[in-house]
């Protein structure tokens, strides 16, 4: 996936290289979040990255991809929760929500972080982005939105939506 991301950003921002400037990155601690970062800040652009850093997996090696990430002097770090943007003032061209609590199996004690960092979390951010009239976001979902019934391969265009966990459902309800 983050390849094909990376594939995807770089012919759309070779498209965008003369105008685009700042770009938002949510989750840019995670994995995807980190390498996508890394990437655009090697092209050039100015990178914001906002990470809550949670504990969900290793926060060592958050901290460890942001002291990377941090060497850019075209990037700048916020750590904040994507339900708590209202806060940044920073003005942007794109915005780019990789954010999520991730994992399909989480103790069903903990599944509420799904609704509150993936359903409402996407849905402060679209409204913080839109209020500050940024026309261009981009989401990521998952595979998990789709069943993983049947024996046919999977086709994205063919292939039954039907998640088998609430992280399939919390990223299939934002789509």
Do not use: W
């Not at 090696?61 to 209202?86: G, Q, T, V």
């Not at 004690?109 to 026309?135: D, M, Q, S, T």
């Amino acid at each position: 996936f983050c390849l094909s991301m990376l594939f995807y950003l770089n012919k759309t921002l070779y498209i965008f290289e003369g105008y685009m400037k700042k770009i938002v990155v949510t989750g840019s601690s995670g994995f995807i979040g980190f390498y996508l970062s890394k990437k655009l800040l090697e092209t050039g652009f100015k990178v914001i990255g906002i990470d809550n850093h949670s504990d969900y997996y290793n926060v060592a090696l958050k901290k460890y991809r942001l002291s990377i990430l941090e060497k850019f002097c075209n990037f700048e770090f916020l750590n904040k929760d994507i339900n708590n943007l209202e806060k940044l003032s920073e003005e942007c061209d794109l915005a780019i929500n990789l954010a999520a609590q991730a994992g399909v199996r989480v103790d069903p004690e903990k599944e509420y972080l799904y609704r509150e960092a993936n359903v409402k979390g996407f849905e402060a951010f679209c409204n913080f982005f839109i209020n500050k009239r940024i026309k261009r976001i981009i989401y990521a979902s998952s595979s998990s939105v789709y069943s993983d019934a049947g024996f046919e391969k999977f086709n994205e265009s063919k292939t039954e939506l039907k998640p088998r966990s609430a992280y399939g459902m919390s990223k299939l309800l934002n789509e």
